[in-house]
């Protein structure tokens, strides 16, 4: 069962959460950690793209022919989706306040672990 993005979110907002992510990938080496290419945080594109982490009910990722799986607010390339359901989004936004709150390695590794499971 789905939560309401205010207990997800707490005292974020989307947009709040964008900019925090936008910042961590553009400084994805800091962090010691690399989701795939060379980024801390799993997405495919050039640059992090807006997603509407309000959004409730899922959330469909990009998924790469090697498997990787990744935000994708951009399909130029026409790329496979996987669809999380409402309560692995749920977790996954979980997730990123932490990494909002605490960028760090472990908190990192936690968020991509969660997305890449989707493939499973």
Sequence with gaps: MS??????????????LNDRLRDIVDKSETYQFEAFGDKAVAYLGWY?????????????F???PNGNIGFMENNKWDYN?????????DNIRRL?????????RQTLKALNA???????
């Excluded at 939560?3 to 907002?13: I, M, N, R, Y």
């Design 114 to 120: 969660e997305i890449q499971s989707l493939g499973d």
């Design 48 to 60: 992090w793209r807006d997603v509407d982490l309000e959004r409730d009910g899922g959330y469909s």
């Design 62 to 64: 990009g998924i790469t």
């Design 96 to 104: 990123i306040v932490a990494v909002a709150g605490n960028p760090c």
């Design 3 to 16: 939560t309401s993005k205010s207990q997800v979110l707490g005292e974020f907002t989307s947009a709040d």
């Design 81 to 89: 989706r996987v669809h999380a359901t409402a309560e692995q989004w």
